[in-house]
Nanobody, 124 residues
Framework: HVQLVESGGGSVQAGGSLRLSCAAS????????LGWVRQAPGKEREGVAA???????SYADSVKGRFTVSRDNANNTVNLMVNSLKPEDTAMYYC???????????????????WGQGTQVTVS
């Protein structure tokens, strides 16, 4: 099992930035593909970024150039730097894990096995 705990959400004005973090725990957490999925009220879940165990990242088109995902395997953390935020980025952001993903492939939300509790990002 992999346990995931997010932090770093908040309320910001449009154009602002936030850094979301996810602490992963479990014996093999560092070998998992880790991703970020968001869900806005009344909308479907949307995968926004993922990073495989080798550090190869993938992004949804809607966030390319604005969001950057990174991981620190020594500390079992994955971060999502979100820049140039827009009101449409308002959502609950979840950290998620899947045993494996091909480098550069963005998993769909239904493919993830483990989920964190989420952290809210609100952009006004």
């Amino acid at each position: 099992h992999v346990q995931l705990v997010e932090s770093g959400g908040g309320s910001v004005q449009a154009g602002g930035s936030l850094r979301l973090s996810c602490a992963a725990s479990g014996a093999t957490a560092s070998s998992y593909c880790l991703g970020w999925v968001r869900q806005a009220p009344g909308k479907e879940r949307e995968g926004v970024a993922a990073i495989d165990s080798d550090g190869i990242a993938s992004y949804a088109d809607s966030v390319k150039g604005r969001f950057t995902v990174s991981r620190d395997n020594a500390n079992n953390t994955v971060n999502l730097m979100v820049n140039s935020l827009k009101p449409e980025d308002t959502a609950m952001y979840y950290c998620a894990a899947i045993r494996y993903c091909s480098g550069g492939y963005l998993p769909s939300p239904s493919e993830y096995t483990y989920w964190g509790q989420g952290t809210q990002v609100t952009v006004s």
